[in-house]
C-alpha cells in the first residue's frame, strides 16, 4: 500500500507526464493526445514504483518489459522514458521529424527504453505474450507489461493471445486495458460494444481486476495483487477517460488524434500546471 506521500509523488510524477506529453505533441502540431493523456497514471505507476528498470542500462537483462500495444500512445512512453533519464528531455521537441529517434509509434530500433515496437493494434498483445513465455521457459523471474486500447481489443489477435497466456499460465503478464470508451472513429459501446472486459478475460483463465485508472494508489495495489497471483495471467482493467488532464480534450472523440496549436499548447499547460501546484512541493 502506498503511503500518502508515495501517493502524492506519483500524482506529481503523472501529471508532470501529461505535461511534457503536451509539449512534445505540441512540437509537430497535430499527434494522439487523447490516448496519450489517459495513460498518464498507469505509466507513473509503473516507472514510478512497480516496473524494475534502470535508465543507465535500458536493456539491463534483469528489467521488466513493457509492450504499449496501443502504440500510438508514445508521446507519453517517451515523456516518461525522458522524465525517468533515459534520454534527454530536448529530444521530446523532435517527435515524428526527420532522422529522429522518436517516430510517432512506439519503435525498439528507434528509442532507447522502449522494449517492443508497436503500432499495428494487437500484434503487442502477442508479442508480450511470447516474451511473458520465454522468460517462464529460462526460469527467469522478470515480468511483462502490456498496455492495451479498449477500441484495441476488438482485434480478434488480442483474443488468442488470451487464450494462449491462460493456458500456459503466464503469471509474469500483466495487462492493462485502457477503457477510455473511445476509438478514432467513435465510442466503442457503438462500434463494437466491449461490455464486462474483465468477465471475458477471466473467462480465458485471468486474473481480472478493475479499478479507477486516473488513481494511482488504486493501481498500483491492484499491480500488488496481479504479481501475488501464483498461476494466471492478470489484467487490470482502468476506467479512464480519454484526454484525461485537459478539458478541452477530456471526453472527447476528436482527441483521438487532434492539432495542438501554441494556444492549445498554452491552454493545455496552464490547467496542467495549475494541478500539479496543487499537489505541492516534492519531498527533498
Same mark, same amino acid.
Given at each position: 500500500m502506498l503511503t500518502k506521500e508515495e501517493t502524492l509523488e506519483l500524482r506529481r510524477?503523472?501529471?508532470?507526464?501529461?505535461? +511534457?506529453?503536451?509539449?512534445? !505533441?505540441?512540437?509537430?502540431?497535430?499527434?494522439?493526445?487523447?490516448?496519450? @493523456?489517459? !495513460? *498518464? +497514471?498507469? @505509466? *507513473?505507476v509503473l516507472y514510478g514504483k512497480q516496473l524494475r528498470h534502470d535508465p543507465k542500462q535500458p536493456r539491463w537483462e534483469g528489467r521488466?518489459?513493457?509492450?504499449?500495444?496501443k502504440g500510438h500512445a508514445g508521446p507519453a512512453v517517451y515523456s516518461t522514458l525522458a522524465l525517468r533519464g533515459f534520454f534527454p528531455m530536448e529530444q521530446l521537441l523532435t517527435l515524428n521529424s526527420p532522422g529522429t529517434m522518436l517516430p510517432s509509434h512506439c519503435d525498439r530500433n528507434r528509442t532507447t527504453?522502449?522494449? !517492443?515496437?508497436?503500432?499495428?493494434?494487437g500484434q503487442g498483445a502477442s508479442s508480450a505474450a511470447g516474451v511473458a513465455k520465454a522468460f517462464k521457459i529460462d526460469g527467469k523471474s522478470n515480468n511483462?507489461?502490456? !498496455?492495451?486500447?479498449?477500441?484495441?481489443? +476488438?482485434?480478434?489477435?488480442?483474443? +488468442?493471445?488470451?487464450?494462449?497466456?491462460?493456458?500456459?499460465?503466464?503469471?509474469?503478464?500483466?495487462a492493462f486495458v485502457d477503457n477510455n470508451h473511445m476509438q478514432i472513429?467513435?465510442?466503442?459501446?457503438?462500434?463494437?460494444?466491449m461490455d464486462h472486459i474483465a468477465e471475458k478475460f477471466a473467462a480465458f483463465g485471468w486474473y481480472a481486476q478493475c479499478v479507477n485508472g486516473h488513481d494511482v494508489a488504486a493501481i498500483d495495489a491492484a499491480v500488488d495483487a496481479a504479481k501475488a497471483e501464483p498461476e494466471r495471467p492478470s489484467v487490470i482493467v482502468l476506467d479512464t477517460i480519454k484526454g484525461h488532464g485537459w478539458s478541452k480534450t477530456a471526453g472527447q472523440v476528436g482527441s483521438h488524434s487532434r492539432n495542438v496549436t501554441a494556444e492549445d499548447l498554452a491552454d493545455a499547460l496552464a490547467e496542467m500546471q495549475a494541478a500539479l501546484d496543487e499537489l505541492g512541493e516534492e519531498s527533498k
Open positions: 510524477f503523472a501529471k508532470k507526464i501529461q505535461i +511534457e506529453t503536451m509539449k512534445t !505533441i505540441a512540437s509537430i502540431g497535430v499527434g494522439h493526445v487523447g490516448g496519450s @493523456l489517459s !495513460i *498518464a +497514471e498507469v @505509466l *507513473a521488466d518489459w513493457l509492450v504499449v500495444s527504453g522502449i522494449d !517492443i515496437t508497436t503500432g499495428s493494434l511483462v507489461y502490456l !498496455i492495451l486500447g479498449d477500441g484495441e481489443i +476488438e482485434e480478434g489477435q488480442v483474443w +488468442e493471445m488470451a487464450l494462449f497466456a491462460g493456458h500456459h499460465k503466464l503469471s509474469n503478464l500483466i472513429d467513435g465510442t466503442v459501446e457503438s462500434l463494437c460494444s
